[in-house]
């Protein structure tokens, strides 16, 4: 996606009368000790009178008195982030004040079982880091994104505790990798990368299961350097970029973290957009990592009409033509690698078609190619732990959702997916979270609407074979047309399974200009809710702090 840079701080927002002139929809406590599933169903917004907020106070007042927090009657008493786990499966969020941006320095909150414990990243690594430079200026210019950088910990098997930083320091930027052996009291800090024009985007190794990382994580960083063909002018950022791919792994020595030297997986790569459905890229088994990534079609010729618009990009039945997602097999010794194409993705040259990779207990690593409106697309590696042989690809939805998307596959029911979120489960079963195009006269309407939609698939009893569920909707939004999420999925030691999202549109009232000419950007944080499954997904439940125990 195009990473845009939106917003100003937002001060927390105290929560506003409730909303009534609204359908009985959502109005009861979501957030309960009932476990009996209900899809969220937000009450739908007005057809007008949206974008005639005079300032922000009151397009985020209104939004409040909308979003979860007040229709559900929910009070989490935590910063709402996707949340990590150690090895007593204590929850650590990262703070920030529902803006889109935290302090430098702030840190995370961990729940202790009678409440929540501040640790903060503090000064101090800064000052090792940048012993020329003035900490606090550092600290007031570099506030942290939360939105489109993971700035999330992830925990290695020795309970060492990590998380990436951004710090821009004079005409140097850095990507850092902060980390704490007692729990986030104290932290020590790697500068990964310094460079005067900064890899645009970066990803880390994060768990896809209830696993610890094995040790310190690695990392991926992508520089774009071009356009494909055809796409050098009158296309999105996200249509047709071309750059270059590159990975690093880091470890230990004599007690403190070092950085490996990077490798270059791929000249051609397309965005790695971590909001794209915050799939997990990086994996590690023993004394290998696969990696997955789009990569970009140089060999397609555009063809347009008279208005400019491409005539020849949607898929044929065959899927021609595509991109496709790759996959590297490296050796951690060597640094050694090979790589391979595996599955088919669409739209053409689209970076919203983020791939998700996980592996079974038995070394069976299983890959999800992402799409824009499209048929998301599956396939498992046929022996463990290597990327020399593979399944054939499998269309994951094929239930017919009431909407058929531009890029879906001709002739096949169901696709219309957008953002892969993918983990797997201590019985091997693999949950998949997504944005589903759909279309449902009951609730609004129109053509369609999309809704956050989950997939859960299931080996048979020869462990070799998985079977897709039906699409599922955990949430509906509150207005027909476009919606984004935003969701990042993730699982704690047990097997409980926590979806973080939120409900966005690029329009009023959350994007729009106000009467006075003020621009009204809302941030995503703003509005998140967590949502947590118990039982392998089939019921989901708004988290509050008590079931965090």
């Known amino acids: 996606m195009k990473k845009v840079v939106f917003f100003l701080l937002i001060a927390f927002i105290a929560v506003s009368a409730y909303y009534k002139d609204k359908d009985k929809e959502g109005q009861a406590d979501f957030a309960s000790t009932s476990r009996t ?117 992830v925990f290695d098997r020795d309970d060492i505790m990590y998380t990436p930083l951004r710090i821009k320091d004079g005409l140097d930027k850095s990507y850092v990798v902060a980390y704490s052996k007692d729990y986030g009291r104290s932290w020590k800090a790697l500068n990964l990368l310094t460079e005067t024009a900064l890899p645009e985007w970066y990803d880390l190794e994060r768990p896809t299961s209830v696993e610890a990382l094995s040790g310190p994580p690695a ?89 400019g618009r491409v005539t020849n990009s949607k898929p044929d039945k065959a899927g021609n033509p595509y991109s496709a997602i790759w996959i590297a097999e490296v050796d951690v010794k060597t640094r050694n690698f090979k790589k391979t194409e595996i599955l088919k993705t669409w739209p053409l040259n689209d970076s919203h078609n983020q791939p998700a990779i996980v592996r079974s207990q038995d070394g069976t690593l299983h890959v999800i190619g992402g799409a824009h409106g499209a048929h998301f697309t599956y396939t498992r590696s046929l022996k463990p732990d290597s990327i020399d042989s593979w399944s054939p690809a499998e269309y994951v939805n094929t239930t017919d959702s009431g909407y058929s998307a531009n890029f879906n596959i001709p002739g096949v029911k169901g696709g219309s997916q957008t953002y892969a979120s993918l983990v797997i489960d201590p019985q091997n079963r693999l949950h998949l979270a997504y944005r589903l195009w759909t279309h449902d006269k009951s609730v609004f309407d129109f053509e369609y609407f999309g809704a956050l939609a989950y997939q859960i698939a299931e080996p048979d009893n020869s462990g070799k074979n998985w079977k897709w569920s039906e699409p599922k909707i955990l949430v509906y939004p509150n207005a027909q047309e476009y919606t984004h999420y935003y969701q990042v999925l993730t699982m704690d030691r047990k097997g409980n399974l926590y979806l973080e999202y939120s409900q966005m549109r690029p329009y009023a009232p959350y994007y729009f200009k106000s009467p006075s000419g003020e621009a009204i950007n809302t941030s995503p944080m703003l509005n998140s809710a967590l949502l947590k499954s118990e039982d392998q997904g089939k019921n989901w439940f708004l988290v509050n702090d008590k079931d965090f125990k």
């Open 219 to 307: 990392f991926l960083y992508y520089q774009a350097t071009g356009k494909a063909p055809g796409y050098e002018r009158g296309f999105e950022y996200w249509q047709g970029t071309v750059g270059k791919l590159t990975f690093q792994m880091t470890h230990f020595e004599k007690d403190e973290l070092v950085k490996d030297l990077p490798v270059v997986l791929s000249e051609n790569a397309q965005p790695i957009g971590y909001r794209s459905g915050s799939g997990v890229k990086i994996l590690r088994s023993k004394d290998k990592y696969f990696i997955t990534w789009l990569e970009a079609t140089l060999d397609h010729k555009m063809e347009k009409n008279e208005r």
């Open 37 to 153: 599933f209900t899809p969220i169903k937000l009450p739908a917004l007005p057809k007008s009178g949206l974008n005639n907020f005079n300032t922000a106070a009151e397009a985020y007042n209104f939004q409040e008195s909308q979003h979860e927090r007040n229709v559900f009657h929910w009070t989490p008493g935590f910063p709402v982030y996707i949340p990590t786990f150690d090895s007593q499966n204590r929850p650590y969020l990262r703070q920030h004040e529902r803006s889109q941006t935290t302090a430098l320095t702030s840190g995370f909150v961990r729940y202790d079982g009678g409440g929540w414990t501040e640790l903060s990243l503090g000064s101090d690594f800064l000052k090792d880091l940048f012993p020329k430079s003035n900490v606090e200026e550092l600290t007031r210019a570099n506030r942290q994104d939360l939105l489109w950088d993971p700035k999330m910990a």
